[in-house]
């Protein structure tokens, strides 16, 4: 039975309805950047805020669970209950960027839901709906201790959990390496916008056209993507970007316009590359492909067809978009040797150490008859293996988020995994 419900959404001085069956189109792509601090992400953020035709900015800090989906309150005037939008609510069909989102450790289960289902559902004070978050998501984050440590994984560097990091199609790391070329470009455009000069040159550059994009992708269309994208210093001295409400106009244009269809070159490219890091899987101690990758990947080959207005996804997207993938997971799995490792997804650095240590700890619950030790015995038996890590505290807390200790109070933790465990629980169950 097809009934329309009418909720009351209420922002300040603004109320307008929303119909809980409106149709929801495709999941939107979501990317997060983390990196050092001082590299522009904000910057980069409030600039993909202004660009967007409907564009939230909010900061991690200052933002509850209320805030990213909807709250219930009630009218002073009329005592009913209304809800009132948040940013991923209002940002529907638009772009929601949310900066300093480590600081919001307490809110990452609320998006969950939407960034999955692409949708808010709440049910407080007798009301009952589900509204629609058809959102896409631009985070940045910056990692502890001020600084990415490549021999962590995503996940420690973040304190997040890998829930919450699998929704990202994208993760991108940004690293604070010295270069003199970067540096003395980065040190003249900031210095050029402070002196005011830059107003004035602009009106001398020119702005590639349709033809000038044809012969430049002809010219290295068996480059890599970076190397088409990348700009020369000396060829494009005078290149200057499109006007920021141009953008804006051609990308509402696209989304309301553009609805790419897959073909069959296109969709073998990515399925063949789904299969391949599948392939990747079965030889690794994580879980670090899904079909959630397979969905990145088919947004993403949308999104790149959308860009150029053609409603037919080639097989020159499919590869585009892989060579963006392996870029992001080349990110996420390398080491601080620069060796990809696919077992780093699983959430925790030193596997092999982890597997050591566990199975050493699994003996010592069989033996002992018991499955909750303390953090002097863990240092003991740590010291009597030989445990290579730089940090057995950090060790033992990521053991504990990973579910495979538990911690039962002050400086006790409990073996999940030994077989006097499982025995202990289903004795207790039965």
Do not use: W
């Amino acid at each position: 039975m097809n009934y329309h419900m009418t909720i009351y959404v209420r922002e300040p001085r603004l109320h307008f309805r929303i119909l809980s069956n409106t149709k929801r189109g495709t999941s939107e792509t979501t990317c997060i950047l983390i990196g050092d601090p001082g590299l522009g992400k904000s910057q980069l953020l409030q600039a993909a805020a202004a660009v967007s035709p409907r564009g939230i900015y909010v900061c991690g800090n200052a933002t509850t669970n209320a805030g990213l989906t909807v709250a219930v309150v009630r009218d002073s005037m009329t005592s009913d209950y209304a809800f009132e939008a948040g940013a991923m609510v209002l940002a529907d069909s638009g772009l929601c960027c949310i900066d300093e989102f480590d600081k919001m450790s307490a809110q990452h289960q609320a998006l969950l839901e939407a960034m999955e289902q692409q949708c808010v559902s709440v049910a407080k004070a007798g009301l009952v709906a589900s509204l629609s978050a058809r959102t896409s998501v631009l985070a940045a984050a910056n990692p502890v201790g001020g600084h990415y440590n490549r021999a962590k994984t995503v996940n420690e560097n973040l304190k997040m959990s890998a829930a919450l990091l699998s929704r990202f199609d994208l993760v991108f790391i940004l690293l604070d390496k010295p270069d003199e070329v970067l540096d003395k470009r980065l040190s003249d455009h900031i210095i050029s916008l402070h002196a005011g000069s830059r107003e004035h040159s602009s009106v001398k550059k020119r702005q590639r056209t349709g033809s000038q994009n044809g012969a430049i992708d002809a010219s290295v269309r068996h480059g890599s993507l970076a190397s088409r994208l990348r700009l020369d210093p000396h060829k494009d001295a005078d290149f200057s970007p499109l006007p920021a409400p141009l953008l804006r106009k051609y990308i509402a244009y696209a989304r309301t316009y553009v609805f790419p269809r897959m073909t069959k070159p296109a969709a073998d490219i990515l399925k063949k590359f789904y299969l391949k890091l599948r392939d990747h899987n079965t030889s690794a101690d994580g879980i670090p492909i899904t079909a959630r990758q397979l969905e990145s990947l088919v947004r993403l080959a949308e999104a790149r067809a959308r860009l150029e207005l053609r409603e037919e996804i080639t097989s020159q997207d499919a590869m585009e978009v892989v060579e963006i993938m392996k870029e992001s997971l080349y990110d996420k799995y390398i080491d601080e040797h620069g060796v990809v490792d696919f077992g780093r997804s699983g959430g925790m650095s030193q596997h092999k150490e982890a597997k050591r240590f566990l199975s050493a700890l699994n003996s010592q619950s069989e033996l002992l008859q018991k499955d909750i030790f303390s953090i002097a015995d863990i240092y003991s038996l740590a010291d009597r293996i030989g445990l290579r890590v730089p940090d057995i505290d950090t060790f033992v807390e990521n053991l504990n988020n990973a579910g495979c200790l538990l911690k039962k109070g002050p400086k006790l933790y409990q073996v999940l995994t030994s077989s006097f465990s499982r025995s202990q629980s289903s004795r207790s169950r039965s």
